[in-house]
């Protein structure tokens, strides 16, 4: 994915080249490229970020149910002590 991300950056960066370097038109077929790849790289970015997030939220999760539940049960058990 970040192989991804590198290739859609560098084509925005190009894309916003030739933008300047066409004397930053405000329509065209230019300016349409431009917002297109533009658009294409901070959709990337965000399908990236939520990708992350979410693998990290499933990671957390899995790692919690694989808790021994002795710990929770001990706990219970001070707790239970306690009132």
Not at 3 to 17: G, P, R, W, Y
Not at 58 to 83: F, G, H, P
Request: net charge neutral; proline share 1%.
């Amino acid at each position: 994915m970040d192989t991804e991300l590198d290739e859609l950056k560098q084509q925005s960066i190009d894309a916003t080249e030739i933008w300047k370097i066409a004397g930053k038109p405000r329509s065209g077929t230019v300016n349409s490229n431009r917002i297109r790849i533009k658009l294409s790289y901070k959709n990337a970015i965000k399908e990236a970020a939520s990708n992350a997030d979410s693998n990290f939220n499933d990671d957390l999760y899995n790692r919690l149910c694989q808790k021994e539940t002795i710990l929770y049960a001990k706990c219970e058990t001070n707790w239970d002590s306690k009132w």
